[in-house]
């Protein structure tokens, strides 16, 4: 029982159905959000989806490519290409080391056949031709054995074309590289995000990333101590076509680099599609946006907040979504949501709007509530939305006081005492995504070999050559060959006009004048009877 299913597991059938099983298992990580990318819409869509959501937990669909059943195909497949290629590897140079297989007795049955005559002035024997024969076929590549030299009627076998399995059995093992760096990747590797301000730097510890997603074997001691200071970040946009007037053309982030707390920094520039190489990590340049610079003030006259604050760009002249959470602000804790604006105008409606996405005129307008922020409890909260159910509001559109606009240098006193807000200036700021995967040179190497052993496999042909001779009573010899292939080559019958060429070439022979009929060289009729009676008596030639 245990042969049978080993034996079923590692058919080329069952390989190839557990890929489209993994090719199908894969579809609901596209389909529905996956907790390593993204838990808070994870989290939203289960509170959405009170009835289906945690069905969709149980079966583990927000967290497809580390599921068990993900797992378990994943697993299957590499064991079935494992099985698949050892026996087939053996055999492949089992054949390799052996002989090419022996001349059969009637040439003419091969796909390719043709006869050439050596005229008995050219002084030639059988084993001559034969010899010459091999000479010519090592030289296009083929292995020869030559046979029965000592005999009245000695062959050649030639074979070539290994190296078509041999990319065949590459291509497969690459496939099982490429799983097992994949799966290498997946264990020790680990991705995170962090959004660097303009005059800030980023050390690679746990504690310094926004998000941070490990591998499922990741350790802390995989982090190299190295760390990156955001220096100056550009942005050119179009400020010459009509059409695309003011969209982004070019982003810069000028960052000083330094691998370790010893080491000297240097200056590198990092672009989109243009990642640093750091530490065995690679960070990318993901998104940029402004940072309004803010001090809050509580009741009491305290700092309670400042600093930049990151807004999230909402369009394309980066009008953006901005929350301040001031949690140390006495007697109350104190929270803004609003807009910033690059470019503040005003339309005919009253209403305020980005013109611009270069900062000419930067504004921020401003809602502020007072309360409990949720901060206390150690209930993670996202640090871009700011939960008003529970707070009073201080500034609105709808109070008396109305909304909060704030210039640049400018500040404003919060109803009821409760402190200010002054908006002190602007910075850029950079998304950051870094990457540390220790298989991706592994996978890349086995890529290459893989597209490679699947270009051999596929235009390599496999194919045998025998080349016959015998003496004719009159002193010429008289030489037949016979070509066959390994499954269908298109090729074959210019291979045989190929060596036909080279034979008569060789050996300044009258080559035959009458043509080819089905792929075969024609023989005059006596010529014809003649071979049909030594097949009778068993010398056919």
């Known amino acids: 029982m245990l042969r049978w299913a080993w034996n079923q597991l590692t058919s ?25 990318a993204d838990p808070s819409v994870v989290t939203q869509y289960i509170k959405d989806n009170p009835e289906t959501g945690p069905w969709l937990d149980r079966f583990q669909l927000f967290d497809v490519y580390s599921s068990v059943w993900f797992s378990a195909i994943y697993l299957l497949l590499f064991i079935s290409l494992i099985g698949c290629v050892i026996p087939r590897a053996k055999a492949h140079f089992k054949a390799m080391r052996s002989k090419p297989p022996r001349t059969p007795s009637k040439l003419s049955r091969m796909p390719e056949y043709g006869t050439l005559t050596v005229p008995a002035s050219a002084s030639l024997t059988p084993a001559d031709a034969v010899r010459d024969a091999a000479k010519v076929l090592r030289k296009r590549g083929y292995r020869v054995d030559v046979r029965g030299t000592d005999t009245d009627r000695p062959s ?24 097992a760096c994949v799966g290498i990747g997946g264990l020790f ?33 995989q982090l190299s101590p190295y760390a990156l200071t955001l220096d100056k970040f550009e942005v050119e946009f179009d400020r010459e076509s009509e059409t695309h007037y003011g969209q982004p053309l070019d982003f810069s982030a000028y960052m000083t680099v330094r691998e370790s707390p010893d080491a000297e920094p240097r200056e590198e520039l990092l672009k989109v599609n243009s990642p640093l190489t750091v530490g065995g990590t690679r960070v990318y340049l993901v998104g940029n946006g402004y940072a309004p610079t803010v001090t809050v003030r509580d009741g009491e006259g305290n700092v309670a907040l400042q600093g ?39 339309d005919e409606a009253g209403v305020s709007y980005s013109g ?9 307008n401003l809602n502020s509530y007072y309360g409990d922020l949720g901060l206390d409890e150690g209930v993670p909260s996202n640090v871009y939305v700011l939960e008003t159910e529970d707070l009073t509001p201080l500034n609105n559109r709808d109070l008396d006081a109305g909304g909060i606009v704030l210039a640049a240098n ?87 006009s190929t060596i036909r060429g080279l034979l008569s070439e060789k050996w300044l022979a009258q080559q035959d004048t009458h043509g080819h009929n089905d792929g075969r060289v024609s023989v005059p009729a006596n010529a014809a009877a003649e071979r049909s009676t030594a097949e009778e008596s068993g010398k056919d030639r």
């Open 410 to 496: 400018q500040t404003y006193e919060l109803p009821e005492g409760k402190g200010s807000i002054t908006f002190d200036g602007l910075k850029r700021y950079a998304a950051l995504d870094i990457h540390h995967d220790p298989g991706k040179t592994g996978v890349l190497i086995f890529s290459v070999l893989s597209l490679s052993g699947l270009a051999a496999s596929l235009f390599l042909a496999r194919r045998r050559v025998w080349v016959r001779a015998g003496q004719h009573p009159d002193g010429r010899v008289m030489v037949e060959y016979g070509l066959l292939a390994r499954g269908e080559d298109a090729r074959l019958s210019s291979e045989a």
């Open 12 to 36: 080329m059938k069952t390989a190839l159905f557990l890929l489209l099983l993994l090719a199908v298992a894969a579809v609901p990580g596209s389909l529905f959000p996956q907790r390593p």
């Open 308 to 346: 930049p604050v990151v807004a999230v760009p909402t369009d394309g002249v980066y009008t953006s979504l901005a929350v301040i959470k001031a949690p140390d602000a006495k007697p109350d804790q104190l929270g803004f949501v609003g807009f910033f604006l690059p470019t503040a105008m005003i």
């Open 189 to 221: 590797g680990y991705s995170g995000q962090k959004i660097v301000v303009e005059g800030e730097s980023f050390v690679n510890t746990l504690v310094s990333y926004d998000t941070f997603t490990p591998g499922s074997n990741f350790t802390e001691n």
């Open 356 to 364: 611009d996405p270069d900062p000419i005129n930067p504004q921020l």
């Open 156 to 179: 050649v076998g030639a074979e070539r074309g290994f190296a078509k399995e041999l990319g065949n059995l590459v291509f497969h093992t690459s496939m099982i590289g490429v799983l």
